[in-house]
């Protein structure tokens, strides 16, 4: 069973930090890439970081240089270090598990494809 789910998400203030973690199962961790979205109300979702199973990593150009993705093979989690945040990074946060080099993933990934958790809120105050 393919399984992913995400937490983390927290309110904090602009120039703030947060981890968000992408926590799968082994079926899923060995056999998927992971990506992680967002979202917010009335946009469609956003690919903003994935890391593939050789260690490829791609970025949404406006998260680069505030990011980074990584993963831990013992704990099959994937996390999101996220930095310099601002309000605009304001979101709902989604982790998928889909198949696809890590660019591919973040560029052209959409809901309804791939295995999607339930999502964790990151709110950014100004």
């Known amino acids: 069973q393919v399984q992913v789910e995400e937490s983390g998400g927290a309110s904090v203030h602009a120039g703030g930090s947060l981890r968000l973690s992408c926590t799968a199962n082994e079926y899923t961790y060995s056999r998927y890439n992971i990506g992680w979205f967002r979202q917010v109300p009335g946009k469609a979702r956003q690919g903003v970081a994935a890391v593939d199973d050789e260690g490829g990593t791609a970025y949404a150009d406006d998260v680069k240089g505030r990011f980074i993705i990584s993963r831990d093979n013992a704990s099959y989690t994937v996390y999101l270090q996220m930095n310099s945040l601002e309000p605009e990074d304001t979101a709902m946060y989604y982790c998928?598990?889909?198949?696809?080099?890590?660019?591919?993933?973040?560029?052209?990934?959409?809901?309804?494809?791939?295995?999607w958790g339930q999502g964790t809120q990151v709110t950014v105050f100004s």
């Open positions: 998928a598990a889909a198949r696809g080099d890590a660019s591919w993933i973040v560029h052209n990934l959409k809901a309804g494809f791939g295995y």
